[in-house]
């Protein structure tokens, strides 16, 4: 199948300090990344879908500011928590779909977990 | 985006088969069902996908009913590491970006 790899997998930061996180299609192009984020126990909510070449389309509720999301190359998208806070700390996923047809079927990253201290 | 409405949770024990339901009554005509597996600390893992009828690999059935407005998924013969969360997915098809919603997901938990 294919993969999908982010880096870092875990990430420990100071409150106030910026923290990127990268999103990749090893063996595919995906023109459109998702980001979610998972707290403990509870399902994933997605935050934003990053598309090639353009801005980055936010949910509701979520800070574009705060946020950033860069979607430069067709493997590659990064997201950035900016002036992380300890509320900040969660589970960030990324997906991405190469199926022409928009199935629905997404390809998903390992999972990147940031806990802001 | 439709709705997806799953149990909560569910036990089994190893050997047997495991049916999960997934309401989506409110499914679009161009709309695919996706079932998705995630364990603690790691990402959902693609398990089937199907539109109408039924869809069979080598890990799972899908199930769906001529109106589509529910899928069940099929695990035979569990073992201790399908203990997971399994989410059903209904939307994507070709009008869209793919975008998904999860909703809460079905914690199984598979005993000795």
């Known amino acids: 199948g294919a993969v999908v790899s982010q880096h870092p997998s875990w990430v420990i930061c100071k409150s106030g300090t910026s923290v990127k996180i990268e999103c990749r299609s090893l063996d595919f192009q995906a023109t459109t990344m998702f980001w979610y984020r998972q707290f403990p126990k509870q399902s994933l909510m997605l935050m934003a879908t990053?598309?090639?070449?353009?801005?980055?389309?936010?949910e509701q509720g979520v800070e574009k500011d705060k946020f950033l999301i860069n979607h430069a190359s067709l493997t590659l998208s990064t997201l950035t928590v900016t002036s992380a806070h300890p509320e900040d700390s969660s589970f960030y996923i990324c997906?991405?779909?190469?199926?022409?047809?928009?199935?629905?079927?997404?390809?998903f990253g390992e999972g990147s977990r940031l806990t802001v201290l | 985006l439709a709705k997806t409405t799953q149990p909560i949770s569910m036990d089994s024990y190893e050997g047997q088969e495991v049916n999960i339901t997934c309401s989506h009554n409110n499914i679009a005509t161009n709309d695919y069902i996706t079932w998705y597996q995630q364990f603690p600390s790691q990402g959902p893992r693609f398990i089937i996908q199907g539109y109408k009828t039924k869809v069979t690999n080598e890990v799972a059935s899908l199930f769906i009913p001529a109106d589509r407005k529910s899928s069940t998924l099929s695990l035979p013969r569990v073992s201790l590491s399908d203990t997971a969360v399994y989410y059903c997915l209904v939307g994507a098809g070709s009008s869209n970006t793919g975008k998904l919603i999860f909703g809460q997901g079905t914690t199984l938990q598979v005993k000795p």
């Open positions: 990053s598309n090639e070449g353009s801005k980055a389309t936010y």
């Open positions: 997906s991405a779909s190469r199926s022409v047809a928009n199935t629905g079927e997404l390809f």
